[in-house]
């Protein structure tokens, strides 16, 4: 259990720092337009999104108690 939570700390912690440093990704979207029969017609629309601040300190946040409170753990 402590192994899994340093673990899942570590992983919360560096998902925040790439938040905070980098919050805005891309990614493609694909959206089916007409179906008509077998045939399909699709387009792929590239989107972003942003994570919030608050959502990256709260990555942090979490990571740092988890390996905190890890070697209280059983």
């Known amino acids: 259990m402590k192994r899994f939570a340093v673990i ?3 992983i919360f912690l560096l998902l925040g720092i790439v938040a ?7 990614y493609h979207k694909r ?6 029969g077998p045939v399909t017609a699709t ?3 590239p989107e972003r ?3 919030p601040p608050a959502v990256a300190a709260a990555l942090l946040i979490a990571g740092a108690v988890l390996i905190a409170i890890s ?3 059983k």
Request: aromatic residues 4%; without cysteine; glycine residues 4%.
């Open 43 to 45: 387009v792929e629309k």
């Open 71 to 73: 070697p209280k753990l």
């Open 20 to 26: 905070l440093l980098h919050p805005d990704f891309d």
């Open 31 to 36: 959206e089916e337009l007409a179906k008509i």
């Open 8 to 10: 899942l700390g570590v």
């Open 49 to 51: 999104t942003t994570v």
